[in-house]
Protein backbone atom coordinates (compact mmCIF):
# COMPACT_ATOMS: atom_id res chain seq x y z
CA UNK A 1 0.00 0.00 0.00
CA UNK A 2 1.39 3.60 -0.68
CA UNK A 3 1.68 5.88 1.81
CA UNK A 4 0.48 9.36 0.68
CA UNK A 5 2.81 12.14 1.43
CA UNK A 6 2.40 14.68 4.09
CA UNK A 7 3.73 18.41 5.23
CA UNK A 8 2.77 20.63 7.54
CA UNK A 9 -0.44 22.93 8.04
CA UNK A 10 1.50 25.97 7.28
CA UNK A 11 3.76 24.60 4.77
CA UNK A 12 0.17 23.49 2.67
CA UNK A 13 -1.05 27.09 2.88
CA UNK A 14 2.15 28.28 1.77
CA UNK A 15 2.04 26.09 -1.29
CA UNK A 16 -1.66 27.07 -1.71
CA UNK A 17 -1.18 30.76 -1.00
CA UNK A 18 1.64 30.64 -3.62
CA UNK A 19 -0.81 29.01 -6.12
CA UNK A 20 -2.78 32.48 -5.88
CA UNK A 21 0.57 34.90 -6.36
CA UNK A 22 1.84 35.19 -3.06
CA UNK A 23 5.48 33.99 -3.16
CA UNK A 24 6.40 36.37 0.08
CA UNK A 25 4.74 36.53 3.57
CA UNK A 26 4.98 39.78 5.46
CA UNK A 27 5.24 38.79 9.17
CA UNK A 28 5.92 39.89 12.55
CA UNK A 29 6.67 36.93 14.90
CA UNK A 30 5.00 36.71 18.57
CA UNK A 31 5.17 33.35 20.80
CA UNK A 32 2.20 32.66 19.56
CA UNK A 33 2.90 32.01 15.65
CA UNK A 34 6.33 30.89 15.94
CA UNK A 35 5.95 27.28 15.21
CA UNK A 36 4.42 28.84 11.30
CA UNK A 37 7.30 30.97 10.99
CA UNK A 38 9.73 28.57 11.79
CA UNK A 39 7.80 26.27 8.70
CA UNK A 40 8.20 29.66 6.62
CA UNK A 41 11.98 29.70 7.25
CA UNK A 42 13.23 25.97 6.97
CA UNK A 43 9.75 24.36 5.05
CA UNK A 44 9.67 22.76 1.60
CA UNK A 45 7.40 25.36 -0.32
CA UNK A 46 7.33 28.33 -2.36
CA UNK A 47 7.18 31.49 0.35
CA UNK A 48 9.54 33.87 1.22
CA UNK A 49 9.81 35.79 4.92
CA UNK A 50 9.61 39.58 4.44
CA UNK A 51 10.20 41.01 8.16
CA UNK A 52 8.78 44.59 8.59
CA UNK A 53 8.95 46.74 11.50
CA UNK A 54 5.13 46.64 12.50
CA UNK A 55 1.98 45.26 12.07
CA UNK A 56 0.35 47.58 9.99
CA UNK A 57 3.16 48.49 8.18
CA UNK A 58 3.02 44.84 6.98
CA UNK A 59 -0.37 44.64 6.13
CA UNK A 60 -0.18 47.32 4.07
CA UNK A 61 2.62 45.33 2.27
CA UNK A 62 0.71 42.37 1.74
CA UNK A 63 -2.15 45.15 -0.04
CA UNK A 64 0.18 46.54 -2.18
CA UNK A 65 1.92 43.11 -3.13
CA UNK A 66 -1.48 42.08 -3.78
CA UNK A 67 -2.20 44.55 -5.95
CA UNK A 68 0.63 43.61 -8.38
CA UNK A 69 1.15 39.76 -7.74
CA UNK A 70 -2.81 38.84 -7.07
CA UNK A 71 -2.54 37.81 -3.32
CA UNK A 72 -1.06 38.85 -0.25
CA UNK A 73 -0.27 37.55 2.98
CA UNK A 74 0.52 38.64 6.45
CA UNK A 75 1.24 36.43 9.43
CA UNK A 76 1.24 38.06 13.26
CA UNK A 77 0.62 36.46 16.56
CA UNK A 78 -2.31 36.54 18.84
CA UNK A 79 -4.31 39.58 19.82
CA UNK A 80 -1.66 42.18 19.58
CA UNK A 81 -0.52 41.36 15.77
CA UNK A 82 -4.40 41.04 14.83
CA UNK A 83 -5.53 43.96 15.72
CA UNK A 84 -2.45 46.06 14.73
CA UNK A 85 -3.48 45.16 11.20
CA UNK A 86 -6.95 45.93 11.25
CA UNK A 87 -6.65 49.44 9.93
CA UNK A 88 -4.77 47.69 6.04
CA UNK A 89 -7.18 44.89 5.78
CA UNK A 90 -9.96 47.61 5.85
CA UNK A 91 -8.49 49.31 3.23
CA UNK A 92 -8.08 46.12 1.33
CA UNK A 93 -11.93 45.88 1.88
CA UNK A 94 -12.83 48.95 0.73
CA UNK A 95 -10.62 48.63 -2.60
CA UNK A 96 -11.14 45.06 -3.61
CA UNK A 97 -7.65 43.65 -2.72
CA UNK A 98 -7.51 40.08 -1.86
CA UNK A 99 -4.86 39.30 1.22
CA UNK A 100 -4.94 37.39 4.39
CA UNK A 101 -4.08 37.96 7.78
CA UNK A 102 -2.77 34.81 9.44
CA UNK A 103 -2.72 34.90 13.32
CA UNK A 104 -0.92 32.21 15.56
CA UNK A 105 -3.50 31.62 18.38
CA UNK A 106 -3.71 29.33 21.35
CA UNK A 107 -3.63 25.85 21.51
CA UNK A 108 -6.78 24.50 20.94
CA UNK A 109 -6.83 22.92 23.91
CA UNK A 110 -6.37 26.10 25.74
CA UNK A 111 -9.24 27.91 23.28
CA UNK A 112 -11.51 24.86 24.67
CA UNK A 113 -11.04 24.62 28.27
CA UNK A 114 -12.89 27.32 30.84
CA UNK A 115 -10.56 28.50 32.77
CA UNK A 116 -10.04 31.95 35.18
CA UNK A 117 -6.76 32.14 34.00
CA UNK A 118 -6.01 35.65 32.08
CA UNK A 119 -3.45 34.74 29.27
CA UNK A 120 -1.25 37.62 27.26
CA UNK A 121 -2.59 39.07 24.32
CA UNK A 122 -6.10 38.08 25.51
CA UNK A 123 -9.27 40.13 26.48
CA UNK A 124 -10.29 38.56 29.64
CA UNK A 125 -11.57 35.10 28.98
CA UNK A 126 -12.33 35.65 25.25
CA UNK A 127 -10.43 33.82 22.19
CA UNK A 128 -13.03 34.67 19.75
CA UNK A 129 -12.78 38.50 20.65
CA UNK A 130 -10.47 39.06 17.53
CA UNK A 131 -12.58 36.67 14.99
CA UNK A 132 -15.32 39.31 15.89
CA UNK A 133 -13.76 41.99 15.30
CA UNK A 134 -12.64 41.22 11.62
CA UNK A 135 -15.87 40.02 10.88
CA UNK A 136 -17.03 43.19 9.87
CA UNK A 137 -13.99 43.99 7.65
CA UNK A 138 -13.06 40.57 5.62
CA UNK A 139 -15.18 38.29 3.56
CA UNK A 140 -14.52 35.55 6.36
CA UNK A 141 -13.13 35.30 9.76
CA UNK A 142 -12.36 31.69 10.36
CA UNK A 143 -10.13 29.41 13.07
CA UNK A 144 -8.79 26.22 12.50
CA UNK A 145 -9.77 23.51 15.07
CA UNK A 146 -8.74 20.49 13.41
CA UNK A 147 -6.05 18.77 11.42
CA UNK A 148 -8.56 16.57 9.77
CA UNK A 149 -10.83 19.39 8.34
CA UNK A 150 -7.78 21.76 7.91
CA UNK A 151 -6.67 21.68 4.31
CA UNK A 152 -10.22 22.02 3.15
CA UNK A 153 -10.60 25.40 5.16
CA UNK A 154 -7.70 26.25 3.85
CA UNK A 155 -8.76 25.95 0.49
CA UNK A 156 -12.28 26.98 1.48
CA UNK A 157 -11.21 30.29 2.83
CA UNK A 158 -8.46 31.65 0.51
CA UNK A 159 -11.10 30.78 -2.53
CA UNK A 160 -13.06 33.04 -1.55
CA UNK A 161 -10.68 36.03 -0.58
CA UNK A 162 -9.64 35.12 -4.62
CA UNK A 163 -13.22 34.89 -5.71
CA UNK A 164 -14.74 38.19 -4.16
CA UNK A 165 -11.09 40.22 -3.80
CA UNK A 166 -11.60 40.73 -0.81
CA UNK A 167 -9.07 39.86 2.61
CA UNK A 168 -9.92 37.39 5.14
CA UNK A 169 -8.99 36.89 8.80
CA UNK A 170 -7.62 33.40 9.38
CA UNK A 171 -6.70 31.81 13.16
CA UNK A 172 -4.49 28.86 13.38
CA UNK A 173 -3.76 27.49 17.21
CA UNK A 174 -0.26 26.86 18.20
CA UNK A 175 -0.77 22.96 18.01
CA UNK A 176 -2.04 23.15 14.41
CA UNK A 177 1.03 25.11 12.89
CA UNK A 178 3.06 22.49 12.51
CA UNK A 179 0.55 19.37 12.68
CA UNK A 180 1.10 16.81 9.93
CA UNK A 181 -1.95 16.61 7.18
CA UNK A 182 -2.14 15.18 3.61
CA UNK A 183 0.34 16.86 0.37
CA UNK A 184 -2.50 18.40 -2.11
CA UNK A 185 -3.07 16.29 -5.02
CA UNK A 186 -3.95 18.76 -7.09
CA UNK A 187 -3.97 22.52 -8.12
CA UNK A 188 -6.70 24.51 -6.14
CA UNK A 189 -9.84 24.53 -7.81
CA UNK A 190 -10.41 28.69 -7.49
CA UNK A 191 -14.63 27.58 -8.56
CA UNK A 192 -14.76 31.56 -9.80
CA UNK A 193 -18.47 32.28 -9.33
CA UNK A 194 -20.36 31.81 -12.49
CA UNK A 195 -22.48 34.61 -13.61
CA UNK A 196 -26.97 33.56 -14.69
CA UNK A 197 -26.57 32.49 -18.23
CA UNK A 198 -29.97 34.15 -18.69
CA UNK A 199 -28.90 36.97 -16.95
CA UNK A 200 -25.84 37.51 -19.16
CA UNK A 201 -27.64 37.33 -22.90
CA UNK A 202 -29.76 39.84 -21.12
CA UNK A 203 -27.37 41.97 -20.23
CA UNK A 204 -25.33 41.73 -23.24
CA UNK A 205 -28.33 41.97 -25.75
CA UNK A 206 -29.20 45.44 -23.47
CA UNK A 207 -26.10 46.86 -23.69
CA UNK A 208 -25.60 46.37 -27.87
CA UNK A 209 -29.21 47.70 -28.41
CA UNK A 210 -27.80 51.26 -27.27
CA UNK A 211 -24.71 50.76 -28.06
CA UNK A 212 -26.15 50.46 -31.75
CA UNK A 213 -27.62 53.80 -31.06
CA UNK A 214 -24.77 55.87 -30.17
CA UNK A 215 -21.99 57.39 -32.05
CA UNK A 216 -20.04 58.54 -29.43
CA UNK A 217 -18.96 56.31 -26.89
CA UNK A 218 -16.70 56.50 -23.62
CA UNK A 219 -15.42 53.89 -21.45
CA UNK A 220 -14.41 54.94 -17.83
CA UNK A 221 -12.08 52.40 -16.48
CA UNK A 222 -11.81 51.23 -12.87
CA UNK A 223 -9.86 49.19 -10.31
CA UNK A 224 -11.94 45.86 -10.82
CA UNK A 225 -9.93 46.29 -13.81
CA UNK A 226 -6.87 45.24 -12.50
CA UNK A 227 -7.78 42.69 -9.61
CA UNK A 228 -9.61 40.93 -12.21
CA UNK A 229 -6.37 41.11 -15.01
CA UNK A 230 -8.67 42.07 -17.52
CA UNK A 231 -6.66 45.51 -18.99
CA UNK A 232 -6.32 44.02 -22.29
CA UNK A 233 -9.91 42.95 -22.90
CA UNK A 234 -11.15 46.22 -22.03
CA UNK A 235 -8.88 47.35 -24.56
CA UNK A 236 -10.26 45.96 -27.05
CA UNK A 237 -13.55 46.88 -26.27
CA UNK A 238 -12.68 50.27 -26.52
CA UNK A 239 -11.14 49.96 -29.92
CA UNK A 240 -13.92 47.95 -31.15
CA UNK A 241 -16.14 50.69 -30.59
CA UNK A 242 -13.63 52.96 -31.05
CA UNK A 243 -14.84 54.70 -27.64
CA UNK A 244 -12.69 57.37 -26.11
CA UNK A 245 -11.19 56.25 -22.30
CA UNK A 246 -10.96 57.93 -19.71
CA UNK A 247 -9.07 56.28 -16.41
CA UNK A 248 -9.92 56.97 -12.81
CA UNK A 249 -8.32 57.64 -9.09
CA UNK A 250 -8.57 54.37 -7.80
CA UNK A 251 -8.25 52.78 -11.23
CA UNK A 252 -5.41 54.68 -12.51
CA UNK A 253 -4.37 52.25 -15.45
CA UNK A 254 -1.65 53.57 -17.80
CA UNK A 255 -2.58 50.99 -20.50
CA UNK A 256 -5.45 53.40 -20.95
CA UNK A 257 -3.67 57.00 -20.64
CA UNK A 258 -1.06 56.49 -23.67
CA UNK A 259 -3.54 54.85 -25.28
CA UNK A 260 -4.50 56.57 -28.77
CA UNK A 261 -8.39 56.89 -27.35
CA UNK A 262 -7.22 58.56 -24.06
CA UNK A 263 -9.72 61.18 -22.75
CA UNK A 264 -7.65 61.90 -19.44
CA UNK A 265 -8.34 61.29 -16.12
CA UNK A 266 -12.56 61.00 -14.55
CA UNK A 267 -13.29 62.83 -11.50
CA UNK A 268 -16.40 64.41 -11.71
CA UNK A 269 -16.26 68.04 -11.87
CA UNK A 270 -12.96 67.76 -10.63
CA UNK A 271 -12.18 66.73 -14.43
CA UNK A 272 -10.43 68.72 -17.36
CA UNK A 273 -13.23 70.12 -19.43
CA UNK A 274 -12.57 67.77 -22.34
CA UNK A 275 -12.47 64.85 -19.96
CA UNK A 276 -15.62 66.27 -18.52
CA UNK A 277 -17.59 66.72 -21.79
CA UNK A 278 -16.22 63.19 -23.32
CA UNK A 279 -17.46 61.33 -20.50
CA UNK A 280 -20.76 63.30 -20.04
CA UNK A 281 -21.86 64.43 -23.63
CA UNK A 282 -21.20 61.10 -24.89
CA UNK A 283 -23.98 59.11 -26.42
CA UNK A 284 -23.47 56.85 -23.92
CA UNK A 285 -20.93 56.32 -21.33
CA UNK A 286 -19.61 52.71 -20.24
CA UNK A 287 -18.22 52.31 -17.07
CA UNK A 288 -16.19 49.06 -16.19
CA UNK A 289 -14.88 47.43 -12.70
CA UNK A 290 -15.74 51.58 -11.58
CA UNK A 291 -17.36 51.52 -8.05
CA UNK A 292 -18.86 55.11 -8.16
CA UNK A 293 -17.18 56.09 -5.23
CA UNK A 294 -15.97 59.56 -3.46
CA UNK A 295 -12.86 60.03 -4.98
CA UNK A 296 -13.20 58.57 -8.52
CA UNK A 297 -16.37 61.07 -8.70
CA UNK A 298 -14.91 63.91 -7.83
CA UNK A 299 -17.01 63.74 -4.16
CA UNK A 300 -19.94 62.94 -5.65
CA UNK A 301 -19.78 66.03 -8.58
CA UNK A 302 -19.84 63.31 -11.53
CA UNK A 303 -22.98 63.21 -13.91
CA UNK A 304 -22.19 60.16 -15.54
CA UNK A 305 -25.76 58.71 -17.13
CA UNK A 306 -27.77 61.62 -16.32
CA UNK A 307 -28.66 62.44 -19.64
CA UNK A 308 -26.96 60.16 -22.10
CA UNK A 309 -27.35 56.19 -22.33
CA UNK A 310 -25.53 54.62 -19.47
CA UNK A 311 -24.00 51.00 -18.94
CA UNK A 312 -22.31 50.01 -15.89
CA UNK A 313 -20.65 47.02 -15.43
CA UNK A 314 -20.08 46.48 -11.97
CA UNK A 315 -17.76 43.30 -10.03
CA UNK A 316 -21.16 41.36 -10.03
CA UNK A 317 -23.64 42.91 -11.90
CA UNK A 318 -24.46 45.31 -15.00
CA UNK A 319 -27.06 48.26 -15.42
CA UNK A 320 -28.10 49.18 -18.52
CA UNK A 321 -30.08 52.63 -18.57
CA UNK A 322 -31.58 51.67 -15.00
CA UNK A 323 -32.11 48.05 -15.60
CA UNK A 324 -30.38 45.79 -13.43
CA UNK A 325 -29.01 42.10 -14.03
CA UNK A 326 -28.23 40.70 -10.91
CA UNK A 327 -25.27 37.70 -10.88
CA UNK A 328 -23.81 39.23 -13.93
CA UNK A 329 -19.98 39.20 -13.14
CA UNK A 330 -17.45 42.00 -14.93
CA UNK A 331 -14.99 38.98 -15.87
CA UNK A 332 -17.77 37.10 -18.12
CA UNK A 333 -19.81 40.00 -19.08
CA UNK A 334 -16.67 41.92 -20.93
CA UNK A 335 -15.64 38.64 -23.27
CA UNK A 336 -19.23 38.38 -23.84
CA UNK A 337 -18.84 41.95 -25.33
CA UNK A 338 -16.29 41.83 -27.58
CA UNK A 339 -17.71 39.00 -29.47
CA UNK A 340 -21.48 40.89 -29.27
CA UNK A 341 -19.83 44.25 -31.18
CA UNK A 342 -18.10 42.94 -33.79
CA UNK A 343 -20.66 44.03 -35.81
CA UNK A 344 -21.71 47.41 -34.40
CA UNK A 345 -19.78 50.50 -36.55
CA UNK A 346 -16.85 52.37 -34.98
CA UNK A 347 -18.25 55.30 -32.93
CA UNK A 348 -16.65 58.99 -33.10
CA UNK A 349 -14.23 60.39 -30.84
CA UNK A 350 -15.13 63.69 -28.94
CA UNK A 351 -11.26 64.69 -27.82
CA UNK A 352 -9.54 66.63 -30.27
CA UNK A 353 -5.77 65.85 -30.78
CA UNK A 354 -5.05 69.12 -28.55
CA UNK A 355 -7.61 69.03 -26.08
CA UNK A 356 -6.19 69.23 -22.60
CA UNK A 357 -6.26 65.70 -20.55
CA UNK A 358 -4.82 65.66 -17.68
CA UNK A 359 -3.41 68.39 -15.15
CA UNK A 360 0.08 67.62 -15.76
CA UNK A 361 0.80 66.52 -19.25
CA UNK A 362 4.24 65.28 -20.41
CA UNK A 363 3.75 67.85 -23.29
CA UNK A 364 4.11 70.58 -20.63
CA UNK A 365 7.80 69.91 -20.12
CA UNK A 366 9.92 73.05 -19.81
CA UNK A 367 12.97 74.04 -19.22
CA UNK A 368 14.09 74.11 -15.31
CA UNK A 369 14.79 77.41 -14.03
CA UNK A 370 16.41 78.82 -10.70
CA UNK A 371 12.86 79.63 -9.47
CA UNK A 372 11.47 77.54 -6.07
CA UNK A 373 9.46 74.45 -6.55
CA UNK A 374 5.99 74.36 -6.96
CA UNK A 375 3.37 71.44 -7.80
CA UNK A 376 2.15 72.71 -10.62
CA UNK A 377 5.67 72.43 -12.28
CA UNK A 378 7.06 69.81 -9.93
CA UNK A 379 4.46 66.83 -11.23
CA UNK A 380 5.27 68.08 -14.37
CA UNK A 381 8.58 67.24 -14.34
CA UNK A 382 7.46 64.22 -12.35
CA UNK A 383 5.41 62.90 -15.74
CA UNK A 384 8.43 63.72 -17.87
CA UNK A 385 10.56 61.17 -15.18
CA UNK A 386 8.04 58.51 -15.46
CA UNK A 387 9.05 55.58 -18.45
CA UNK A 388 7.09 52.97 -19.74
CA UNK A 389 7.78 49.57 -17.36
CA UNK A 390 7.56 51.51 -13.80
CA UNK A 391 6.39 50.83 -10.93
CA UNK A 392 4.97 53.98 -9.61
CA UNK A 393 3.08 53.81 -5.80
CA UNK A 394 1.53 57.39 -4.17
CA UNK A 395 0.57 58.07 -0.42
CA UNK A 396 -2.01 60.52 -0.40
CA UNK A 397 -0.95 64.23 -1.06
CA UNK A 398 1.78 62.28 -3.43
CA UNK A 399 -0.73 60.30 -5.24
CA UNK A 400 -4.11 63.16 -5.15
CA UNK A 401 -1.54 65.04 -7.51
CA UNK A 402 0.12 61.95 -9.08
CA UNK A 403 -3.21 60.98 -10.03
CA UNK A 404 -3.34 63.69 -12.24
CA UNK A 405 -0.49 63.43 -14.13
CA UNK A 406 -0.20 61.57 -17.31
CA UNK A 407 1.91 58.26 -17.34
CA UNK A 408 3.43 56.32 -20.54
CA UNK A 409 1.72 53.04 -20.71
CA UNK A 410 2.73 49.88 -19.42
CA UNK A 411 3.42 51.27 -15.47
CA UNK A 412 1.56 50.43 -13.03
CA UNK A 413 0.24 52.57 -10.66
CA UNK A 414 -1.11 52.46 -7.36
CA UNK A 415 -2.48 55.17 -4.47
CA UNK A 416 -4.54 54.87 -1.15
CA UNK A 417 -7.03 54.27 -3.14
CA UNK A 418 -10.84 55.81 -1.75
CA UNK A 419 -9.82 54.11 1.69
CA UNK A 420 -7.17 57.37 2.03
CA UNK A 421 -5.33 56.29 5.16
CA UNK A 422 -2.45 58.37 5.60
CA UNK A 423 1.04 56.23 5.29
CA UNK A 424 -0.57 53.27 3.53
CA UNK A 425 1.18 54.37 -0.28
CA UNK A 426 4.36 53.80 1.45
CA UNK A 427 3.43 50.44 2.97
CA UNK A 428 2.10 49.02 0.13
CA UNK A 429 5.68 50.26 -1.69
CA UNK A 430 7.44 48.26 0.70
CA UNK A 431 5.57 45.17 -0.12
CA UNK A 432 4.91 45.88 -4.09
CA UNK A 433 9.03 46.32 -4.58
CA UNK A 434 9.21 42.43 -3.68
CA UNK A 435 6.69 41.11 -5.76
CA UNK A 436 8.07 39.11 -8.96
CA UNK A 437 6.03 41.40 -11.47
CA UNK A 438 8.20 43.80 -10.41
CA UNK A 439 11.67 42.36 -10.56
CA UNK A 440 13.85 44.23 -13.05
CA UNK A 441 12.24 47.22 -13.20
CA UNK A 442 12.23 50.77 -11.82
CA UNK A 443 10.12 51.65 -8.80
CA UNK A 444 10.19 54.78 -7.06
CA UNK A 445 6.97 56.48 -5.26
CA UNK A 446 5.92 59.50 -3.87
CA UNK A 447 4.85 60.62 -0.52
CA UNK A 448 3.79 64.18 1.30
CA UNK A 449 6.30 64.13 4.50
CA UNK A 450 2.61 63.74 6.99
CA UNK A 451 2.13 60.62 5.63
CA UNK A 452 5.71 59.80 5.41
CA UNK A 453 6.16 59.96 9.00
CA UNK A 454 3.59 57.00 9.69
CA UNK A 455 5.28 54.37 8.08
CA UNK A 456 8.59 55.57 7.60
CA UNK A 457 10.82 53.12 9.54
CA UNK A 458 9.91 50.60 6.66
CA UNK A 459 13.05 52.45 4.81
CA UNK A 460 15.27 50.06 7.00
CA UNK A 461 13.31 46.75 5.47
CA UNK A 462 13.94 48.44 1.86
CA UNK A 463 17.72 48.72 2.40
CA UNK A 464 17.52 45.41 4.65
CA UNK A 465 16.78 43.60 1.41
CA UNK A 466 18.99 45.33 -1.36
CA UNK A 467 15.63 46.83 -2.92
CA UNK A 468 16.83 49.78 -5.77
CA UNK A 469 14.13 52.16 -5.41
CA UNK A 470 13.59 55.76 -5.09
CA UNK A 471 11.85 57.42 -2.18
CA UNK A 472 10.40 61.25 -2.79
CA UNK A 473 9.28 63.06 0.07
CA UNK A 474 6.85 66.71 -0.76
CA UNK A 475 8.37 68.20 2.69
CA UNK A 476 5.70 71.33 2.94
CA UNK A 477 6.19 70.76 7.18
CA UNK A 478 2.63 69.47 7.34
CA UNK A 479 -0.68 67.79 6.33
CA UNK A 480 -1.05 69.74 2.52
CA UNK A 481 -4.14 68.68 2.36
CA UNK A 482 -5.56 69.26 5.19
CA UNK A 483 -4.55 72.76 4.99
CA UNK A 484 -6.39 73.43 1.41
CA UNK A 485 -9.88 72.89 3.30
CA UNK A 486 -9.87 75.21 5.19
CA UNK A 487 -7.27 77.35 3.13
CA UNK A 488 -5.76 80.46 5.55
CA UNK A 489 -6.98 79.49 8.78
CA UNK A 490 -3.45 78.30 10.23
CA UNK A 491 -3.78 75.29 12.79
CA UNK A 492 -0.90 74.07 14.66
CA UNK A 493 -2.53 70.72 14.25
CA UNK A 494 -1.94 70.75 10.52
CA UNK A 495 2.04 71.57 11.05
CA UNK A 496 4.39 68.10 11.50
CA UNK A 497 7.33 67.47 13.15
CA UNK A 498 10.39 68.44 10.72
CA UNK A 499 12.46 65.44 9.80
CA UNK A 500 16.25 65.68 8.00
CA UNK A 501 14.45 62.98 5.26
CA UNK A 502 17.48 63.46 3.25
CA UNK A 503 19.32 61.63 6.34
CA UNK A 504 17.24 58.84 7.00
CA UNK A 505 18.77 56.01 4.82
CA UNK A 506 21.64 56.12 7.04
CA UNK A 507 19.53 56.50 10.21
CA UNK A 508 17.53 53.41 9.36
CA UNK A 509 20.87 51.07 8.63
CA UNK A 510 22.24 51.69 5.59
CA UNK A 511 25.48 53.39 4.69
CA UNK A 512 25.73 56.54 3.05
CA UNK A 513 27.09 56.16 -0.93
CA UNK A 514 27.00 52.94 -0.71
CA UNK A 515 23.65 51.50 -0.50
CA UNK A 516 21.59 54.99 0.21
CA UNK A 517 22.01 58.44 -0.90
CA UNK A 518 19.90 61.52 0.03
CA UNK A 519 19.13 64.16 -2.18
CA UNK A 520 17.46 67.86 -1.15
CA UNK A 521 15.86 69.87 -4.21
CA UNK A 522 14.49 73.28 -3.63
CA UNK A 523 14.58 74.20 -7.60
CA UNK A 524 13.08 73.38 -10.61
CA UNK A 525 17.20 73.14 -11.98
CA UNK A 526 17.49 70.83 -8.31
CA UNK A 527 14.89 69.27 -9.26
CA UNK A 528 16.15 68.09 -12.81
CA UNK A 529 19.57 67.10 -11.58
CA UNK A 530 18.32 64.75 -9.12
CA UNK A 531 15.83 63.23 -11.85
CA UNK A 532 18.69 62.76 -14.60
CA UNK A 533 20.91 61.03 -11.00
CA UNK A 534 17.87 58.71 -11.19
CA UNK A 535 17.23 58.06 -13.97
CA UNK A 536 18.62 54.59 -12.88
CA UNK A 537 18.60 54.07 -9.30
CA UNK A 538 21.07 51.73 -7.52
CA UNK A 539 20.35 51.20 -3.57
CA UNK A 540 17.54 53.74 -1.61
CA UNK A 541 17.22 56.96 -2.58
CA UNK A 542 15.86 59.45 -0.42
CA UNK A 543 14.85 62.79 -2.15
CA UNK A 544 13.25 65.60 -0.01
CA UNK A 545 11.56 68.29 -1.81
CA UNK A 546 11.29 71.59 -0.72
CA UNK A 547 7.75 73.20 -1.13
CA UNK A 548 6.38 76.25 0.20
CA UNK A 549 4.07 75.01 3.21
CA UNK A 550 0.64 76.55 1.63
CA UNK A 551 2.07 75.78 -1.76
CA UNK A 552 -1.14 73.48 -3.74
CA UNK A 553 -1.78 72.22 -7.10
CA UNK A 554 -4.56 74.11 -9.03
CA UNK A 555 -6.44 70.90 -9.18
CA UNK A 556 -6.27 70.38 -5.32
CA UNK A 557 -7.51 73.79 -4.64
CA UNK A 558 -10.83 72.61 -6.55
CA UNK A 559 -10.76 69.06 -5.00
CA UNK A 560 -10.16 70.27 -1.28
CA UNK A 561 -12.87 72.64 -1.23
CA UNK A 562 -15.29 69.93 -2.32
CA UNK A 563 -14.47 67.81 0.49
CA UNK A 564 -15.11 70.41 3.38
CA UNK A 565 -18.14 68.97 5.39
Known amino acids: MTTQATTTVSTYLFNRMAELGANHVFGIPGDYVLPLFDELIDGDHHSKHVLVCNELNGAYAADGYAKLSGFGAMAVTFGVGSLSTANAVGGAYADDTPMVVIAGAPSVEVITTPSRRKLHHVMGQDFDAYLKAFAPITVAAHRL ?7 QEIDDILRLSYQSKKPIYLEIPYDIQTAQIPVANQALDLMMHQSSGDGLKAAVAAAVAVLKESRTRTVVTGHLLQREKLIEPAKALVEMLNAGVATTFVGKISDFEGHPNAVGLYMGAMSNDATLKAVESADVSIALGMSFNEFDTGVFTGNMGTDQHN ?23 LPAMISAVQSIEPGDLMVGKDDRRFCF ?6 APTDAPLTIDRL ?42 SLGAGFGMFTGGVFAKEAEGRRKYMISGDGAFHMTAQEVSTLIKYDIDTVIFVLDNSGYGA ?23 GSAFGGVKSVNTKGYVARTEKEMAEVLEQLSEPKGVNIVRIMLDPWDSASFNVKFSEALRH
Open 482 to 504: ERQIYPGKERSYNNTPVWNYEEL
Open 145 to 151: MSAETAA
Open 379 to 420: FVQFANYANEGDVFYGDTGGYINGSQAEFPVGMDIYGVGNWG
Open 311 to 333: IWVDFDQVTVDGTVFDKVYLRDF
Open 361 to 366: QRSDAF
